[in-house]
């Protein structure tokens, strides 16, 4: 017996692969593969672009609006928690969820009495404004202040002499404080006992010899409280300079024991 022989030509040797009765033309015909023609075609990229470019800008606009928004610090008064030109991104999106802002957190808020009237703030140019509205640049010419939030509803916050800081009866180590500060400053506003009211936090800077916070406006229609309507949200990360990434986590001594109010 001989070997079976195996017909080597494909179906680029035309019909000759296979006679006109034997059946294997038609199925080669029925199972070409259909070719641009046939089907939708494919739009070129200078059309979807303009899409694309919306799309993406629509994104970044609910990203600024609803989960993480950057700000830009504009001095000192965090430091050396933060620095000036920091860009840090705040977390807008637990708010939604009820979440309140508690002890030792870093939060934003819209300036809840005129804190910054008198301050000059540079008007941002018509690029800026458009990049800042959809959060692909830190929020420009806004009234907005970063400090530490140091008591909350039912606290009683308390600077007496160079401190230390105490909340509720406990006092506060605090290593964030800027190198060569006292915990409190011994003039008038910085010498204080005050109680937090509901919907309200205390605030304080990290740097406390250059920081006007809420011991400086004690005398304002909030008694230098913070509502928290006007807080925007918590900053959790510095984002630029690169060589300043880091996250900002609740310091330790916000969470030693019997720091809360008695009930």
């Not at 672009?49 to 610090?73: D, E, R, W």
Request: aromatic fraction near 8%; charged fraction near 20%; hydrophobic fraction near 40%.
């Amino acid at each position: 017996m001989g070997d079976v022989v195996v017909d080597a030509r494909d179906e680029r040797d035309g019909p000759e692969a296979g006679s006109p009765g034997d059946g294997h033309g038609r199925r080669r015909g029925r199972g070409r593969a259909r070719g641009p023609a046939d089907g939708k075609r494919k739009r070129p990229l200078w059309q979807e672009l303009p899409v694309l470019v919306v799309v993406a800008l629509g994104l970044a606009f609910l990203i600024k609006t609803f989960l993480l928004q950057a700000f830009l610090i504009p001095s000192g008064s965090m430091q050396n928690t933060l620095q000036v030109d920091d860009r840090v991104l705040v977390d807008k999106l637990t708010p939604w969820f009820g979440a309140e802002p508690d002890r030792g957190e870093v939060v934003v808020f819209r300036d809840p009495a005129e804190w910054l009237s008198g301050t000059p703030v540079a008007e941002p140019n018509a690029a800026q404004k458009f990049l800042s509205f959809i959060g692909l640049m830190p929020a420009a010419g806004e009234q907005h202040l970063i400090k530490r939030v140091i008591g909350v509803a039912g606290d009683t916050i308390e600077c007496a002499g160079t401190g230390p800081l105490k909340v509720n009866g406990k006092p506060l180590s605090e290593p964030y404080v800027f190198a060569g500060n006292t915990p409190c400053s011994t003039d008038g506003p910085g010498q204080f006992k005050v109680t937090v009211p509901d919907g309200r936090i205390w605030v304080m800077g990290d740097h406390r010899q250059s920081s006007y916070d809420s011991r400086y406006h004690q005398t304002d229609k909030n008694g230098g409280m913070v509502p928290l309507s006007e807080v925007v949200g918590r900053a959790v990360v510095v984002a630029w300079p690169v060589t300043h990434w880091s996250t900002l986590p609740v310091p330790d001594t916000f969470e030693q024991p019997g720091l809360a109010p008695a009930p």
